[in-house]
């Protein structure tokens, strides 16, 4: 139950992340692009890594004149280019139709995908949605993750080039290698919406690190000297504004630790991702989490009062409180769980509070809420 007690909100919190949470989108940024003339060395390992996939095509690509050899086209385009590049081949071990219904917000839908399709014995899944397109954002992908997302027949893919179906996949595919956004100032890498076969330094490198990825696995089955390697790829730049996306993989890795019962491993897991990024109010918040399921309040309560001097979430919950006239904390806590909720692989959110006013605001956000008794 969410009430005027600040840690109290946090465990209505708890109880939707010990079900499992995942990393934020990362997503392709509409900066547009100009061909490169280099083209990065072919990858050297002269066996060829397998990647299965499980091809979900929602309602909307369905309804598309010869859908199905247009999605498998897709997916082998990208797949030479991986296998050029990297050695790498895409297998599509089967296409499943998945009807998502009308005004589903788009980062629900991988979460529901995780749901109601799963990945099946395949290493990633793929969602192909047409018409779905937000804020100029093409595509979804959890970063160390299984899950990514295509979208198609957007009037803004229609007008800006490199925002092909082909260019998405590519860019998304890197991200579940752990490829990130790089520095501001390129325009030569698929990244930021270049070209599909463009690939930057960092990137091209974080790919061929991370070659044999593990997606059973996941960060878990990362050896501390490919983490390292992979955090002075990083450490050399990236875009400004997004979190480290190791330390998030390693956040999502602990919370199910935790959710399992292994709370000493996943808090061993939490501190490495501290050290990786200090500011991430995410990390502090699931470790209060752990810290009570020990019963170790105290030191529950420092860090998701940590969390909350990181990130206030000032814009919003100042929002929240004029539109609604709610008090400080209950604004802050309506904006925590509409942020969980919002997460692309999350489970559903039921928001409950004994203050009706608060119920009323929550449902105004299109939380469902759950009236107390």
């Known amino acids: 139950m969410v009430k005027r007690v600040p840690i109290l909100g946090f465990l209505v919190a708890f109880t939707v992340l010990a079900g499992g949470c995942d990393a934020w989108p990362a997503h392709a940024q509409p900066i547009p692009a100009q061909p490169s003339p280099a083209q990065p060395s072919p990858a050297q390992p002269s066996d060829v890594r397998i990647v299965t996939l499980r091809a979900v095509a929602d309602e909307m690509y369905r309804a598309q004149p010869g859908w199905d050899a247009m999605l498998r086209r897709t997916i082998q385009t990208v797949s030479d280019i991986y296998e050029r590049q990297f050695q790498i081949r895409l297998v599509v071990r089967d296409v499943v139709p998945w009807t998502i219904g009308q005004a ?7 979460g529901r995908a995780r749901v109601e399709v799963s990945t099946g014995p395949a290493d990633v899944l793929v969602v192909f949605a047409a018409e779905r397109c937000q804020k100029l954002e093409y595509g979804f992908a959890q970063t160390f993750g299984r899950y990514a997302m ?7 893919t229609a007008v800006l080039r490199n925002t092909t179906p082909e260019g998405v996949l590519s860019h998304e595919m890197a991200h579940l290698f752990g490829a990130f956004h790089p520095a501001a100032g390129r325009s030569d890498t698929v990244m930021v919406l270049g070209p599909a076969d463009r690939f930057d330094g960092q990137t091209t490198r974080v790919i061929r690190l991370m070659r044999g990825y593990d997606f059973t696995r996941g960060v878990l089955g ?7 390697a992979w955090s002075a790829i990083y450490a050399e730049g990236h875009a400004r504004g997004e979190p480290n996306p190791l330390a998030g993989a390693l956040t999502n890795a602990a919370a199910e630790l935790g ?16 050290a990786m990024d200090p500011t991430s109010a995410r990390t502090r918040t699931i470790m209060g989490f752990l810290f009570l399921r020990q019963g170790r309040l105290e030191d529950a309560a420092r860090e998701l009062d940590a969390a ?6 000032e ?8 539109k609604y006239g709610l008090r400080g904390f209950d604004a802050i806590h309506l904006s ?3 942020t969980i909720a919002s997460a692309p692989a999350g489970p559903d959110v039921l928001f409950s509070s004994f203050d009706a006013a608060l119920n009323r605001a ?9 009236s107390p008794q």
Do not use: H
């Open 362 to 370: 929550a449902a105004g956000e299109r939380l469902q809420v759950l």
């Open 150 to 156: 295509v979208q198609t027949n957007c009037l803004d």
């Open 308 to 313: 909350k001097r990181i990130d206030f979430r």
């Open 336 to 338: 925590s769980a509409m």
């Open 259 to 274: 959710r399992t019962g292994r709370v000493e491993e996943g808090l061993t897991l939490l501190r490495e991702a501290m």
């Open 315 to 322: 814009v919003e919950a100042g929002r929240l409180a004029a």
């Open 222 to 228: 990362l050896d501390p000297e490919v983490r390292r």
């Open 104 to 110: 589903v917000p788009v980062p629900r839908i991988l």
